[in-house]
């Protein structure tokens, strides 16, 4: 909600703030005016599981101040809704600017609302934190990441006692007690004399979590026959740098190829423009590395290491990216077919993706007589099923095309040391089968039928740009398209009426037309700009995804 930035910026310069950010908030007020409304105009909210923003002084940034009044919420509200003598909540970070400070005023904060803490004794991935979360039948957790945004953000992800994060109605409630905290002097910065303990993990969780890692893969024999495989991986400066490779050698994968300047964990991300594996530039070393050693498969994972991108070899010998939604279908692919080889299918299985991901994973789900459950953007969804479920049904695997993927119960976010393994031993088993990867997806579309999926974003930065992208939601719902790419619109759903969907509640539309093609149009939760994802079918897919882009993107 907009706030008069003028009249909150000065209640930071004349209260109980320290001089380094009182002189940071002149400065910006002397030097960057549009900068300085951005950064008190409102507050900085809870989106999908938490907050996220660039780092810097004012409400609508990620700061010490920020940080610790979130975590007097959080405090608040586990206090006084759960009964428990006992409340533990587990903490972890990535390898971005400040994590560590904000990790720690997170423990301190929770500390010393009478909290036991669990907190890693240095980065780990989220998928670590989702898997400490049960092991300590801790109460919550709270990751420090902004995930794959550029170096200027960071950001606190919240989970539940199952390992997933938060949804509604836990996340409105937190955001509300949050709300209450309107001043530092609220906050309980340091520990009292009655105070929970602050408990170091590490290396034993690592162990419990690849044990568990193993027990997940289902082709040993191809992984034997070919070991040999040439992998490149990098963790683009992140906390995949040690866990990723470890579980790939334990899988018997001995040739990993590095890049040495990428697994340096710095939060300046030096040697690419994003740390992000959707964004084709950020693969550039390792691929040039692929070349070199001659590698069959490359593989990234983001600072926090959630997501996963990967690389591989087409007919012609050139390593070509696949997107989020490839990836996706050929895992689900291969690992429903493997189910169904060892006869593990028995009518209680399902899978998840999400309203935006391909279609080609209902349809192999479908062929293979497998559930399929649609959900909202966001890994959250596709955990709340996981839990919804537990007891009654098998979650054996769920993804999502902005590269999250996740494979068993154990962990309820998307993982990427679990992806990075799948696709491994993945490729070692269409080796097998005399195939590359890049093979087996062909094979793919031959079977289900060929579909193209693209993403463009608008990026509108700053109230304006908010304002912007609400126009163009609101300009859409009033003018809704007739066809896309020339074929008749044939069906829309409206996110925004949940008694129409079955689903949340949540700001997206989608347009479906005769030939099998979708958009869909939503505002990014994380970050300021408007998402519009296009999925096309048929052989002349690639040629439609232009001009759906044409017509959607100005």
Known sequence: MAQDYRAVAQQWLDGDFDPMTKGQIIELRNEDPAGFEDAFYRNLEFGTGGLRGIMGVGTNRMNKYTVGMATQGLANYILSHVEDTDIRVCISYDSRNNSKQFARITADVLSANGIHVYLFDNIRPIPLLSYAVRAKGATAGVMITASHNPKEYNGYKVFWSDGAQITSPVDKDIVAEVAKITDPGQVKFSP?????????????????YMQDVLTLMLSPLARTRHADMKIVYTPLHGCGVRIVPECLNRLGFKNIYHIPEQDVSDGNFPTVVSPNPEEPAAMKMALAKADEVSADLVMATDPDADRMGIAVRDDAGRMVQFNGNQTAAMLTYYILTRWQELGKLDGRQYVVKTIVTTELIAQIAAHFGVKCYNVLTGFKYIADVVRRNEGSAEFICGGEESFGFNVGEFVRDKDAPISCCMVAECA????????????????????????????????????????????IMADMRRNPPVELAGSKVTRVI?????????????????????????VSVRPSGTEPKIKFYFGAAGDDADAKIGLLRDQFVQ
């Open 428 to 471: 070692a088993w269409a080796a097998e089968q005399g195939m590359t990867l890049y093979q087996l997806m062909q094979r793919i579309y031959k079977e289900f039928g060929y579909r193209k999926e693209g993403l463009t974003s608008l990026v509108r930065k700053g109230k304006s740009g908010a304002e912007e992208i609400q126009q």
């Open 494 to 518: 409206d996110y925004n009426e949940p008694e129409k969907t079955g689903l949340p509640k949540s700001n997206v539309l989608q347009f479906f037309d005769e030939a099998g093609d979708v």
């Open 192 to 208: 009292g004399e009655t105070c929970g303990e602050i408990e170091l993990m590490g290396k034993e969780m690592d162990e419990a």
